[in-house]
């Protein structure tokens, strides 16, 4: 009796070089494996999550990290030298895809080292670079070595498309997957009508924005609370900030709850009636919470000039959850008006059943329809357009863009 024969097994390298790109990687192996089964082999670059996934990294990815600009000429060394062994071993393998996975400043140069000396290696960018915002030209460029990018934002495909860089699929952001971490039960949103309202303050997760914001932030909440009564203010960090946010609240005209733990720190996004937060990922996370928000953000005079000047002149907002719904619905304060008294103007609206607080709530709720919730997980959309590509090279792509 003649038997069909197997498909055989794939090789699939995946290489992250920070931490948010190691919990994207760890992800996508864990559904790549449910989609494949244990014949898939997975290799690459990556930290502990991707660890525990089952692809072990032959050196720490904090080696990565640059931490301020006099760490840069001594460092370089080791990192150019990481890039090379990186990009060699996966020409070495010989796998049938290679997936970089954000982190461009390293993962590019990867990539093209790869394509110089691997042609035919199949390589997925997993997180499109911000070509939308800084730089645009280099889209075009990425079509040298990139075969497609996996994007999380869904107007990223048509971003690529204006400015003609690689075939770019919109899978969905990992932001979907933790929805029940965001999103309270009816328990908890018995906590937004009670009072004292809950008011998260998130003023960034780097060193130079806390510098910049933390008293900003803590003058504008005095101001709050001097107009809309007591307010049960919580301030989520992390661990190696702890210290000098401790010490930048201790003269705040009303102490916050710091939180470090993730867990309640989501516990905390659940009954949250309102937000003051840096622009950045986080505001995409409060609108998928539905919790109406207040952005702002400042940098040096210089770093803004330069900022204003690479930006495309068609992107009306820095503001991530506004560019994902395509309105300007979160207030976004910015440089000169990044200030307590402004602050404070735009966040009294939000506290009670006002009409500003109604238009971000009714703004959120059309993110599931636009960010594609309910559909196929981001981690297994992005699986199954990777193995397509590794198995079918390519010829897949046509498939993957349709």
């Not at 997936?99 to 042609?119: E, K, L, N, Q, Y």
Request: proline share 9%; charged share 20%; hydrophobic share 50%.
């Amino acid at each position: 009796m003649m038997h069909a024969p197997q498909p055989r097994s794939l090789a699939i390298e995946l290489i992250a070089a920070e931490e948010s790109g190691d919990a994207l990687g760890a992800a996508l192996a864990r559904a790549l494996v449910e989609r494949e089964g244990g014949t898939l082999k997975l290799s690459g670059i990556g930290g502990s999550a991707m660890a525990a996934a089952g692809i072990p990294s032959p050196f720490p990815i904090d080696e990565l990290s640059i931490v301020g600009v006099t760490a840069i000429p001594r460092r370089l060394p080791m990192i150019l030298r990481r890039i090379r062994e990186t990009a060699d071993a996966v020409i070495a393998a010989r796998p049938d895809a290679l997936v970089i996975i954000d982190s461009p400043d390293f993962t590019h140069r990867v990539a093209r080292r790869v394509r110089r000396h691997g042609p035919s290696i199949p390589i997925i960018d997993y997180v499109s670079p911000q070509v939308w915002a800084w730089r645009p030209w280099r889209a075009r460029t990425m079509r040298r070595y990139v075969d497609c990018v996996l994007a999380i934002l869904p107007f990223e495909p048509a971003a690529h498309l204006r400015l003609g860089g690689p075939p770019c699929v919109y899978v969905g952001h990992p932001l979907i997957e933790r929805l029940a971490e965001l999103r309270p039960n009816a328990d908890e949103m018995q906590r937004w009508q009670t009072d004292p309202p809950l008011v998260l303050v998130l003023p960034g997760s780097r060193s130079s924005e806390i510098r910049r914001l933390l008293a900003i932030f803590g003058a504008a909440m005095g101001q709050l609370a001097a107009r809309v009564g007591p307010i049960d203010l919580v301030l989520p960090t992390m661990p190696h900030l702890l210290a000098r946010v401790r010490e930048g609240v201790a003269a705040w005209p009303v102490q916050p709850r710091i939180v470090v733990d993730p867990a309640e720190k989501w516990a905390q996004f659940r009954k949250a009636r309102a937000a003051l937060a840096a622009s950045g990922t986080v505001t995409l996370e409060l609108a998928l919470a539905g919790i109406p928000t207040v952005a702002a953000y400042r940098i040096p005079a210089v770093e803004w000039i330069g900022a204003r000047l690479a930006r495309l002149p068609e992107l009306f907002s820095i503001i991530l959850a506004n560019l994902v719904i395509g309105e300007a619905i979160v207030p976004e304060l910015l440089q000169r008006d990044c200030t307590p008294d402004k602050l404070a103007d735009a966040l009294v609206p939000l506290i009670a059943d006002t009409p500003a607080r109604r238009r971000q709530i009714e703004a959120f709720a059309r993110l599931d329809a636009i960010m594609g919730v309910g559909t196929t997980a981001p981690s297994s959309q992005a699986a199954g357009i990777v193995l397509d590509l590794a198995r079918y090279g390519r010829r897949a792509l046509a498939k993957a863009t349709a």
